[in-house]
């Protein structure tokens, strides 16, 4: 006998990290960091057509401080990547980035000195899309992926527990049977 049946019909149950989870993922400011052609794919998404402003989304802020999210879109120069880190570090916690299309993720074509080979080699990203350039539809589906990284995500010590013991695991994994056949 628990609490739920003492209580009248209507009435719902939760716990404050679900309900935090709930409000983080429906509030998502995303903030405009378009550095190539996937910046013109990440800007149709917020027209009608596609109307991000559904998901929380409204508007993508201009100032890092009022911003939750970076999609970091296009490629990366090394010139580029200390003012990255500057923006991302001026971002209020928690804060999430979104790395899209394949230069962002990989370099992609540009396999020289001058572009940084990932984004994750200057921020810690949490979604990687792929595709050169990624569709509006691929974003959103992204995006919809994140919203449900951020409703499981526990709350304060509980979060920073959890981001050390998924550290650890990745550091102590032992290679699967596709990563030994690309090491060979």
Request: aromatic share 6%; with cysteine; charged share 20%.
């Amino acid at each position: 006998m628990g609490i739920e049946e003492k209580l009248p019909s209507g009435v719902l149950l939760t716990s404050v990290e679900k309900l935090a989870g709930y409000m983080r993922k429906s509030s998502l400011w995303p903030a405009t960091f378009g550095l190539a052609c996937c910046a013109i794919e990440m800007m149709a998404v917020g027209t009608p057509r596609y109307d991000l402003a559904r998901f929380g989304m409204e508007v993508f802020r201009a100032s890092p401080r009022q911003a939750d999210l970076m999609i970091v879109a296009g490629r990366v120069s090394q010139k580029m990547a200390p003012v990255l880190r500057q923006i991302y570090d001026q971002m209020p916690n928690p804060k999430w980035v979104l790395s899209m299309g394949v230069c962002a993720s990989s370099g992609g074509m540009f396999n020289n000195y001058a572009i940084v080979q990932g984004v994750d080699h200057v921020v810690p990203v949490d979604i990687y899309l792929p595709g050169c350039p990624p569709r509006p539809e691929m974003l959103m589906d992204a995006i919809i992926k994140l919203h449900e990284q951020i409703s499981a995500a526990p709350l304060g010590a509980n979060r920073v527990a959890a981001t050390r013991d998924a550290e650890q695991a990745a550091l102590t994994a032992k290679p699967t049977a596709q990563m030994k056949g690309l090491l060979r």
